[in-house]
Structures are given as C-alpha cells and as structure tokens.
C-alpha cells in the first residue's frame, strides 16, 4: 500500500505545480473560450507547434473564419473578428505563460515525453472559459519534473543560448 502510494506521487509530480494564487486573467481583445472551442477541436488544430517547435502558437484569424465566416457572425465580437481579418490585422493576445527568452524550452520535446500532455503544464484548459496562469512555470519547477523524470538538470541545458 505504502509503495503503491509513493508510486502515484512520483507519477503525480511529473507535471508542473499548481501555483497558490493563480495569476489573474489578463484582459484579451475577444472573450474567446476554451471551453467551447477545445470541445470542436483539439488543441493542436489551433496550436500547430511550427517547427522547430519552440513555441505553441497561436491561431491567425484565418482558422477562426472557418468557422465564424458563418457562426454568430451577428455577435459584435465576432464583428470584431471579421474586422481584424479582412483589414489583415492580428489580434492582441495577451500572453499568459511566458518565461524570458533566455530560457531554452521546447514545446514539441517535451510533449513527445511519454505521461507529458499540454495539460501537466497548463492545467484543465478545456474546462476553462478564460484562461490564466493556474501553473508554477519557475526554474524550481522546471527543475523538479527534470529530477522525476531524470532529465538533466545541467544548467546549460536551460541556459545555453545567452
Ligand atoms: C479554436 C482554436 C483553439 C483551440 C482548439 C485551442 N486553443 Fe488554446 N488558445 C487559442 C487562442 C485564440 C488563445 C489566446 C486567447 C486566450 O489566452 O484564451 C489560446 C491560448 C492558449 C494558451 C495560453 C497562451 C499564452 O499566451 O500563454 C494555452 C496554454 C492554450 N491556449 C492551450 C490550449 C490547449 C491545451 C488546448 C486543447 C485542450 C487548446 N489551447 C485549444 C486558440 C485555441
Ligand atoms: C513541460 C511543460 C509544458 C507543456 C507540456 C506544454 N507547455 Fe505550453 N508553455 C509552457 C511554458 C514554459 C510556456 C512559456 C514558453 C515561453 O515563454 O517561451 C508555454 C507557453 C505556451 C503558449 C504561449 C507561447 C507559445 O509557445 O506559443 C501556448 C499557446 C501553449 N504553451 C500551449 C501549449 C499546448 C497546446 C500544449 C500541448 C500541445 C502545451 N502548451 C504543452 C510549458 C508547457
Ligand atoms: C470549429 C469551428 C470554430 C472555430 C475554428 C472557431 N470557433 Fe469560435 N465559436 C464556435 C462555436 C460553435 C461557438 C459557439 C457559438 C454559440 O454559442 O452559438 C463559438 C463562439 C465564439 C465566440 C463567442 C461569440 C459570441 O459572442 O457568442 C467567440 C468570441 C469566438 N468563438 C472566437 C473565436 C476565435 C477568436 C477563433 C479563432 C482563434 C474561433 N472562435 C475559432 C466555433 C468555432
Ligand atoms: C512534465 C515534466 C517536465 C517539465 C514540467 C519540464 N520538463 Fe524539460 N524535459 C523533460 C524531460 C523528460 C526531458 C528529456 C526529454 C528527452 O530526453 O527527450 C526534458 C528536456 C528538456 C530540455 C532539453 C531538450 C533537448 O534539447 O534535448 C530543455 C532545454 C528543457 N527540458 C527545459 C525545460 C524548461 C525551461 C522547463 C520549465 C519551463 C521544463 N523543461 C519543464 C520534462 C519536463
Ligand atoms: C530545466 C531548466 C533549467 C535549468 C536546468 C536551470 N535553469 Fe535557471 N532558469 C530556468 C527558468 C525557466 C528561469 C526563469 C524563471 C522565471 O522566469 O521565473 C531561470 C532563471 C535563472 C536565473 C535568473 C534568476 C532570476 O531571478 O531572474 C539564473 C541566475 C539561473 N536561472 C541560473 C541557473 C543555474 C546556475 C543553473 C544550474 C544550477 C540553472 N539556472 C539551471 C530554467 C532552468
């Protein structure tokens, strides 16, 4: 039982802690929900890791009119969106998850990490209406799922392109 127990632990900390006191949600120029959207598509249909697969990304506009050239097009915030499209405009995301660019990280690495899914490191996305930070992403905690999963925790492999 005792052994049973600490296995799960071990197995339950390979993913980034859940901060105490989350960040509070920035405010974002749509009031786009993962709730919704993560239940129509998966992540990687908006977030398409392009190589070398670094960052996650973020969806252009293109990839919302696929679906709202003809969903809600009356609501004004997907007036808004039409907008920005057909001017060529980005929208503004604010970001939620940053570390500095200092930081080596790589998305697609350490997804391909076997028990690693986008939600050790950023909680119940799909669950969510609006998204903030809910997860520790310092270098102690970075550091911590390294020693459970026994990847280095040489400081140039985080440290190695200043
Ligand atoms: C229909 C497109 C779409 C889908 C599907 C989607 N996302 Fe997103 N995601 C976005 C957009 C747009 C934003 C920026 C707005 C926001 O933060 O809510 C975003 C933001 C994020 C962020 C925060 C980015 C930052 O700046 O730190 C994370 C983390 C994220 N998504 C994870 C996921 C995960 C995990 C899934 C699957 C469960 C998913 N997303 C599915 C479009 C999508
Ligand atoms: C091992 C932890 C980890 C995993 C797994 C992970 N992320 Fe992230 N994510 C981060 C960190 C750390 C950042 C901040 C990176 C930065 O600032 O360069 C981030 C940033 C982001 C961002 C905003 C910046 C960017 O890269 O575009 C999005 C969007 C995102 N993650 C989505 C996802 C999705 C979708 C998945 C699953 C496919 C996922 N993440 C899996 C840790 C993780
Ligand atoms: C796969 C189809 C699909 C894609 C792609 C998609 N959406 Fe949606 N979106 C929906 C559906 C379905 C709803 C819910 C409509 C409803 O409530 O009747 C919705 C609702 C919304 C709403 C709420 C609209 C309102 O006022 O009620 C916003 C804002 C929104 N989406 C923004 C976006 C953005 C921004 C993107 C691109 C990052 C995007 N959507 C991509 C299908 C999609
Ligand atoms: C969920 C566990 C987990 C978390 C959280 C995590 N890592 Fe990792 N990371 C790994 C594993 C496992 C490897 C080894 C992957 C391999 O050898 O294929 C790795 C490898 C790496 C690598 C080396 C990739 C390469 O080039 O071989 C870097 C750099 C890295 N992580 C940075 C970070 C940073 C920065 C953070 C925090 C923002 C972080 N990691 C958080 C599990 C994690
Ligand atoms: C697994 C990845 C990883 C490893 C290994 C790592 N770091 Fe870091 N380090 C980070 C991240 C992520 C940050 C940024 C944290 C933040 O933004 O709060 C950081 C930040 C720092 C900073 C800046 C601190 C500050 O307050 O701004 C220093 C200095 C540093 N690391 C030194 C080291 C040294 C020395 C080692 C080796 C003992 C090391 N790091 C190993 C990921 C790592």
């Given at each position: 039982?005792?052994?049973?127990?600490?296995?799960?632990?071990?197995?339950?900390?390979?993913?980034?802690?859940?901060?105490?006191?989350?960040?509070?949600?920035?405010?974002?120029?749509?009031?786009?929900?993962?709730?919704?959207?993560?239940?129509?598509?998966?992540?990687?249909?908006?977030?398409?890791?392009?190589?070398p697969g670094d960052f996650?990304?973020?969806?252009?506009?293109?990839?919302?009119?696929?679906?709202?050239?003809?969903?809600?097009?009356?609501?004004?915030?997907?007036?808004?969106?039409?907008?920005?499209?057909?001017?060529?405009?980005?929208?503004?995301?604010?970001?939620?998850?940053?570390i500095p660019e200092w930081v080596s990280f790589n998305?697609?690495q350490?997804?391909?990490?076997?028990?690693?899914?986008?939600?050790?490191?950023?909680?119940?996305?799909?669950?969510?209406?609006?998204?903030?930070?809910?997860?520790?992403?310092?270098m102690?905690?970075?550091?911590?799922?390294?020693?459970?999963?026994?990847?280095?925790?040489d400081c140039l492999l985080c440290h190695d392109r200043r």
């Amino acid at each position: 039982m005792v052994h049973t127990v600490s296995v799960l632990a071990l197995m339950a900390a390979a993913q980034l802690p859940e901060l105490k006191t989350p960040r509070p949600a920035p405010e974002q120029p749509l009031p786009f929900s993962h709730k919704i959207h993560a239940a129509l598509l998966k992540c990687n249909g908006c977030h398409t890791m392009a190589d070398p697969g670094d960052f996650a990304g973020l969806p252009a506009t293109a990839k919302c009119m696929e679906c709202h050239s003809a969903i809600r097009k009356e609501s004004p915030h997907i007036q808004k969106l039409a907008q920005a499209h057909g001017a060529g405009e980005k929208l503004k995301w604010a970001p939620v998850y940053r570390i500095p660019e200092w930081v080596s990280f790589n998305h697609r690495q350490h997804v391909a990490v076997e028990g690693v899914t986008c939600e050790s490191c950023h909680g119940a996305v799909a669950q969510r209406e609006v998204l903030r930070r809910e997860r520790d992403i310092s270098m102690q905690a970075c550091m911590e799922c390294h020693r459970q999963k026994k990847a280095s925790n040489d400081c140039l492999l985080c440290h190695d392109r200043r």
